[in-house]
């Protein structure tokens, strides 16, 4: 059976058990509301999409989750949804390959992502996600609500002047975010590429229009630029200073750091990769070198800050729907607390994206993005693999 047939009996298979319209009510044994709060055996009621109220209703429910715990739907921040490997299992397109082709690519990549339990992501970024987008908040096609930076801006894209009509057109062409990357990947480096002038004009620029900016940036002077730009959001970080950690903390910058996923998929999936662009044997030894530096850095960040440490993944190829990978690393590898994590990829993700009274938390008013898990996370963390209903705004994706 090609993909494209799979594809689509999943789709008719799982979903839409309920309309949107139907009352609901799931009962939580555990329910992590997204916020650090925790309560016990709670019913959940939700209906036109959006939860009613969460109380100690008596049963029958519909959804009866007694043994399991409940969860808002989770939020990554970074992913870059059309990213697949080729008919030869290679990081790259295939000969010919049509813009149609790396649609359903991204279609395959975005059902993976929301049956793992992410039911909003944040694509950073190609012009065809948004086409994405826009079919799935058609109502049909599964997958996560999507954002998306439309495709990013670099030190290429031009001098200052050119950069503020580039937002300018991005804004108008639907974008949901500005991604730009102010220095150069890990695999050459990561110095800063952008002058000073050119970051400030994009985040300036953005600002102004109401958008968000997410900022691809190594290290203490890079870093420190963007944030003086008045930048949103950091992507990588990896290597700066205790000053860095100051000033993010003081300033409310998000951070979004990839200590786990992003380096294991990479070491993992080493031959479809090397050889390609900088994917070199220097660009892997750069980022073996990163991803220990890339720990040492968060532990310090954690230890001395108050630092809004947002969940990402910079998901691509091979990665998709292994969103929580990243979060297991975080706690396993990198210290941070269970709770925290799980509110960094719930109610704080859905802060950065200034959706935070909408996702991100299971609370009344709030979308009905509700998952369940078999097992406890906050006693073990890989239970949060075990994903066996997905909600997205009402209508159950997933329920096994
Ligand atoms: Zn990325």
């Given at each position: 059976m090609n993909k494209v047939v799979t594809l689509a009996l999943l789709f008719l298979c799982s979903s839409?058990?309920?309309?949107?319209s139907e009352q609901l009510t799931i009962r939580a044994g555990l329910l992590i509301d997204g916020t650090g709060a925790t309560s016990e055996n709670v019913t959940i009621k939700v209906e036109d999409g959006i939860i009613q109220s969460i109380d100690n209703g008596a049963g029958?429910?519909?959804?009866?989750?007694?043994d399991k715990t409940v969860l808002p739907g989770l939020i990554d921040t970074h992913v870059h949804i059309t990213a697949h490997f080729n008919s030869q299992g290679r990081y790259e397109p295939d000969p010919g390959q049509t813009p149609a082709q790396t649609l359903l690519y991204a279609a395959e990549n975005a059902y993976v992502t929301l049956m793992a339990g992410f039911t909003t992501i944040q694509s950073v970024g190609r012009a065809d996600d948004k086409d994405l987008r826009d079919a799935i908040n058609r109502g049909i096609l599964p997958g996560p609500h999507i954002l998306t930076s439309l495709a990013p801006v670099n030190v290429n894209s031009g001098p200052p002047q050119r950069l503020r009509e580039i937002v300018q057109q991005h804004h108008e062409d639907g974008a949901d975010v500005i991604k730009m990357f102010a220095s150069a990947s890990i695999r050459d480096g990561g110095h800063q590429v952008m002058s000073d002038d050119q970051i400030e004009a994009v985040c300036v620029t953005a600002n102004e229009l109401g958008l968000r900016t997410v900022v691809h940036a190594y290290g203490t002077e890079s870093i420190a630029t963007v944030i003086e730009a008045g930048c949103t959001q950091i992507e990588h970080g990896n290597r700066y200073s205790d000053d860095i950690i100051e000033l993010m903390s003081e300033t409310g910058t998000y951070y979004d750091p990839h200590l786990g996923l992003l380096y294991a998929n990479y070491f993992d999936n080493r031959g479809k990769f090397i050889g390609i662009g900088n994917y070199t044997e220097e660009g892997y030894a750069a980022m073996e070198e990163a991803r220990s530096i890339g720990y040492e850095t968060f532990k310090r960040t954690l230890e001395l800050g108050k630092v809004k440490i947002v969940y990402g993944t910079d998901a691509l190829a091979g990665a998709h729907g292994r969103n929580i990978e990243e979060l297991i690393y975080r706690v396993t590898e990198g210290g941070q607390g269970i709770m925290e994590a799980i509110v960094s990829a719930t109610s704080l993700a859905a802060e950065s994206l200034r959706m935070d009274t909408e996702i991100g938390s299971v609370a009344s008013g709030y979308n009905a993005d509700i998952i369940a898990i078999d097992g406890n996370p906050l006693q073990d963390v890989t239970a949060l693999r075990n994903v066996r209903f997905v909600m997205k705004d009402g209508s159950v994706h997933k329920n096994n």
């Open positions: 839409f058990s309920f309309a949107q029958p429910y519909d959804f009866d989750f007694s």
